[in-house]
C-alpha cells in the first residue's frame, strides 16, 4: 500500500517530511489536514496521533507522529544507505544532533515569534526577539565550529529540512537574518542546490506571508492551548 501522509501544507514538520520523501523519491499520497477546521483535533485524528498534531504517516496501518520520528523511519525502512540519513554512528549522531536542537531550541523559539502570532492571538514580545536571536547565534556556532557545507555533513541530510523550514519562516515575515553569514550562506546554498526541494519550502513561505498580511478567521475554534484572537468582522 502507497505511504499516506497527512500534512499541513504550510507547517515546517509537514514540509520536512514531504522533503524527505522527495528526495528519496519515495511514491506517496499527500492527505490534506485542515488546520482550520480544526480535523486534527477530533477524536477519529487521536487514533492515529493522540497528540493531535500535523504530520502523520500511515504505513499500510503503521502510524508514526513527529517529524523526525518519520523522517527517520522512511530513511531506515525504504532507503537505508542513503546519504540522507548516514549509518556511521557519529554522522548518524551529528544529524540527530541537528534535529533534537531544532525541535528543542532552534524551531521552539523561532516559532513562537515568526508562527504563533499569525495565527494566535500573542504578541511579538522583546524576549521572543532575544530567543530569536540565541537560537540563530547557537546555530551560526555549530555551522562556525563544523566547518561543513551543510548542517550536518558535506552533503544534505535531514537535519537539514527542519532547520532550513524554520529559517524559511523567519524569511516569510521579513526578518534580516543576514548578519549570520553561515546560516544566511546554508540558507541560500539550499536554494540553490536544491530548487525541487526549496519549492515546497517557497509555497509554504508564500501562504504564511498571505496569512501575516490577513490573520486567518480561527473564531470558531476551540483550541485546548493557544488563545483565539478575536477579528473584527
Ligand atoms: N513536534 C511535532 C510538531 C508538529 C506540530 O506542532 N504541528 C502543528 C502544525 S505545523 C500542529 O499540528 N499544531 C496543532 C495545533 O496547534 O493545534 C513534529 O515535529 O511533528
Known amino acids: 500500500m502507497v505511504l499516506k501522509l497527512y500534512a499541513v501544507s504550510d507547517g515546517p514538520p509537514s514540509l520536512s517530511v514531504r522533503q524527505?520523501?522527495?528526495q528519496l523519491e519515495i511514491p506517496f499520497e499527500l492527505i490534506n489536514v485542515d488546520f482550520g477546521k480544526g480535523?486534527?483535533?477530533t477524536a477519529e485524528y487521536a487514533l492515529m496521533n493522540p497528540q493531535k498534531e500535523i504530520p502523520v504517516l500511515d504505513d499500510d496501518g503503521f502510524y508514526l507522529s513527529e517529524s523526525n520520528a518519520i523522517m527517520q523511519y522512511i530513511c531506515d525502512k525504504?532507503?537505508?544507505?542513503s546519504?540522507?540519513?548516514?549509518?556511521?554512528p557519529q554522522s548518524r549522531a551529528i544529524v540527530n544532533h541537528r534535529l533534537c536542537f531544532n525541535l528543542a531550541s532552534y524551531y521552539a523559539n523561532i516559532s513562537a515569534y515568526t508562527m504563533a502570532p499569525i495565527f494566535f492571538d500573542y504578541e511579538r514580545t522583546p524576549l521572543g526577539l532575544k530567543k530569536v536571536h540565541i537560537a540563530l547565534d547557537v546555530f551560526e556556532t555549530y555551522l562556525n565550529r563544523f566547518g561543513k557545507k551543510y548542517a550536518a555533513a558535506d552533503h544534505l541530510t535531514i537535519a537539514d529540512f527542519p532547520l532550513i523550514n524554520s529559517t524559511m519562516t523567519l524569511e516569510a515575515i521579513g526578518f534580516d537574518f543576514s548578519k549570520y553569514a553561515k546560516i544566511h550562506k546554508w540558507y541560500n546554498d539550499f536554494k540553490r542546490d536544491y530548487p525541487e526541494l526549496w519549492r515546497i519550502s517557497e509555497g509554504a513561505m508564500k501562504e504564511i506571508m498571505?496569512?501575516?498580511a490577513n490573520p486567518p478567521d480561527l473564531t470558531h475554534m476551540d483550541h485546548p492551548i493557544h488563545p483565539i484572537r478575536k477579528i473584527n468582522k
Open 20 to 22: 524527505t520523501l522527495t
Open 78 to 81: 525504504y532507503k537505508p544507505g
Open 210 to 212: 498571505e496569512f501575516a
Open 39 to 41: 480535523e486534527h483535533m
Open 83 to 88: 546519504p540522507l540519513y548516514p549509518q556511521d
